[in-house]
């Protein structure tokens, strides 16, 4: 998966002399994988972004972090294939897009990122309300 190592290695970068988290590599790997797979598996990228804004309200909400998956979104530096222009259901366009907005004001500017919707817990809300049985 050379398309995502470009990716990851574009934002894997410290913010502030703060390092990215190990433990997000592979979070945001998975979420690529979903995202080009043919054809999407919907209830899997749920899974996958669920478990990356989980981490994200909890032991990965480090600005380095908030910042590298903002950039990965919001970039799309390296991707294989835009991942705006994939086939995907509105709703989860729109959560991937907001990733790519404000979620980096998490840290050291909370409320900017709250005004947006983009904190990791107001992400993850709408992720759980995402009706995947409804899109197959």
């Known amino acids: 998966m050379a398309g995502f190592d470009t990716a990851w290695a574009a ?10 988290s190990s433990e997000l590599g592979p979070l ?3 979420i690529y994988r979903d995202v080009l797979a043919v054809p999407i598996d ?3 990228l749920k899974d996958s ?3 990356l804004l989980e981490y994200l309200s909890g032991a990965g ?4 972090n908030c910042w590298a998956v903002d950039l990965f ?4 530096e390296g991707w294989e294939r835009d991942w705006t222009e994939q086939n995907l ?9 907001l990733m790519g907005q404000a979620l980096h004001d998490t840290v050291r500017t909370p409320k900017v990122a709250e005004n947006f ?15 995947v049985s409804a899109l197959r």
Do not use: I, M, Y
Not at 89 to 97: A, E, K, T
């Open 11 to 20: 934002v894997n970068h410290a913010k502030g002399g703060e390092p990215v």
């Open 28 to 30: 945001l790997r998975q």
């Open 42 to 44: 919907l209830p899997t």
């Open 49 to 51: 972004l669920t478990e």
């Open 61 to 64: 909400r480090t600005n380095a």
């Open 73 to 76: 979104f919001c970039l799309s």
């Open 89 to 97: 259901p509105d709703d989860f366009h729109d959560v991937l897009s």
């Open 117 to 131: 919707d983009c904190l990791p817990e107001q992400l993850l809300e709408r992720v759980r309300r995402l009706n």
